[in-house]
Each structure stands twice: as C-alpha cells, then as structure tokens.
C-alpha cells in the first residue's frame, strides 16, 4: 500500500471512530444535558492530545500566537459541537451528517469576507445548487419536515466559522496547539455550567461519556496521521463515508430509515463539495497535506 494508500485507510477509520462518537451521544438522549456532555467529551479528548505533545517532545508545540483568534475558535467551536450534540441526541443520525455536509458550502461563501480569497463562478455555482441539495434534506414546507433540523445548519454554519478559524491559525500555529487550547477552553467554559445542570448518569452513562471522549480523541490522532500521508484534495472524498456509517448505526440501533430525499440531497452535497475541493487543489488553496491543520471536530 503505497502513501496515498494508507492515507485513505486512516481517513476511513476516523470516519468510523467519529461516528461511534456521534453515536454514543444519541445513546445518552436528552437525559444528560448538552453542558454535561460536551465538558466529559473534551476532557477526554485530552488524553490523545496528551500524547501528540508527548510525542512532539516539547511544550513549546502548545505555544498561542493568537490568542483571541483561540478565543473566537473555542467560542464558534464550543456552539457548534454543543448544537451537534443536542441534534444526535434527537434527529436521525444519517439526517444530521448529511446536513452537516453543507459546511464546506458556508467556508468557501465567507471566504472573500474572512480570509480574503476570491471565489470564481465556478465556485459560486456550486455554492448555489449545493444548498438546493440541503434544501431536499431540510424540505422546508413539505410534510415531515421537522424545524429542529434548521439547527443543524446553525451548528454548520459556526463549524464553516471554526474551519475558517484553523486555516488562520494554522498560518502560525501548529496543529497540537489550535486542538489543545480548544480543549482547555472548552472544559473550563462547561465546567462553569456543570453545577447548574448536573445529572448523575448511571454505569452505562459513565461509559458512555468516556466513550465519546476517546472515541473523539482517538479519531482525531488517526485523521492527522492521515494527513500526513495525503493532501487534503485526495482525503475529501472519503471523508463523506460518514454518512454510510451514520446511516448503518442508526438503522441498527434504533431503527432509522433515511428517506430517498436524504440520500438525493446528500448525493448533490457531497457532488458540491468535492468540486469546491477540486477547484481548490486546482488553484493552490489547499497546499500541501503536512501544513493543515487537523480537522475540527474536536
């Protein structure tokens, strides 16, 4: 198996490591609030952060050269994530993925505001017929539409924030640095919540809380161990294979039966997307894999 090759197998089984994650959240339900769930899932995805910087050998790997721009991360981050959370805990898994997709449709609409990148027509264009793909996922009017689905485009649009956020840091930070100082971030802000709407989980809970965490912690060490082998422009494509495991555990484990609506729109989505990819790569925008920061999810 050549580089590229053992890319797209770590990209494939951070997938899969995401999604048990997601999936261990829907299994804790409303019953643990969101605060709750989001301060155990960061604090446990410490521990794989713990071991990068060890691995790295030195402290000054964690070392903040923008510190507001962490601030703002960790804000849109913590939104994000915490909207996430609360839509696995109460839609269809396979439904709030595929939503989800339209995140890179926000980053390259913001770009010529926020990073100063102009987008052609082409872009522009994918841009437009991609949300016509979320809008058959959304199905706004129609029979069946559930509103609670319009926040999953709140936590997308912050999580495009976030994505757009790790491309400024990742100018002069490194990778460890923008995942740790999240993470710090994120535990102290829900620590300040916790005792306010503190639920003691039972046995299955507590594992399920760390479960989330590593499983989280753990995807994200394997994605940047994929990284280092490919460019962004050939992960892309796989990285989409969420939407088949999303869709098989929610099936399995309670039953969910994505309607046709769902896979034409992520289809169309996931079309977009891998367009804007291209253009990208074909423009430079990308650069090389080892200069990226990891993903964002934790």
């Known amino acids: 198996m050549g580089q590229a090759g053992r890319g797209i197998a770590l990209m494939l089984l951070s997938t899969l490591f995401f999604a048990g994650m997601n999936a261990s959240v829907k299994s804790l339900g409303p019953a ?20 990068m910087v060890w691995r790295a050998g030195s402290l000054s790997v964690l070392k903040p050269n923008r ?8 804000a849109a981050g913590l939104v ?9 805990a109460r839609l269809p898994l396979a439904d709030v993925i595929a939503v989800s997709f339209s995140a890179p449709l926000f980053v390259t609409a913001l770009s ?31 029979s069946g539409f559930d509103p609670q689905l319009l926040l999953v485009l709140v936590a997308t649009f912050f999580y495009a924030q976030v994505l757009i ?5 990742n100018r002069t930070d490194t990778p460890t640095a923008i995942v740790f100082w999240y993470l710090v971030i994120s535990v102290a802000a829900t620590a300040l919540a916790l005792p ?11 594992l399920l809380l760390i479960g989330l965490g590593l499983f989280g912690g753990v995807a994200q060490l394997i994605v940047t161990a ?32 994505p309607k046709h609506t769902l896979w034409a729109g992520a289809a169309v989505l996931i079309a ?10 074909r423009l430079g925008l990308l650069g090389r894999a080892r200069r990226r920061a990891p993903p964002a999810e934790l």
């Not at 994000?80 to 696995?88: A, I, P, R, V």
């Open 196 to 206: 306010f709407v503190w639920v003691t989980p039972s046995l299955q809970g507590w």
């Open 67 to 74: 510190p507001l721009q962490h601030v703002w991360r960790a």
């Open 112 to 142: 010529p505001w926020l990073l100063g990148e102009a987008v052609g027509p082409r872009r522009w264009a994918a841009v437009v017929v991609g949300f016509l793909g979320t809008l058959l996922i959304v199905r706004p009017g129609q």
């Open 272 to 281: 977009s997307g891998l367009y804007i990819a291209h253009r990208e790569a």
């Open 226 to 257: 994929a990284f280092r082998y490919a460019d962004a422009a050939v992960l892309a494509p796989f990285d989409y294979a969420s939407i088949l495991w999303g869709s098989t555990l929610g099936w399995l484990i309670w039953g969910e039966v």
């Open 165 to 169: 956020s790790v491309r400024k840091l």
């Open 32 to 51: 643990i609030p969101t605060e709750q769930v989001l301060f155990f899932r960061n604090l446990f995805a410490l521990l794989p952060v713990a071991a």
């Open 80 to 88: 994000s994530l915490g909207t996430f959370f609360w839509c696995y």
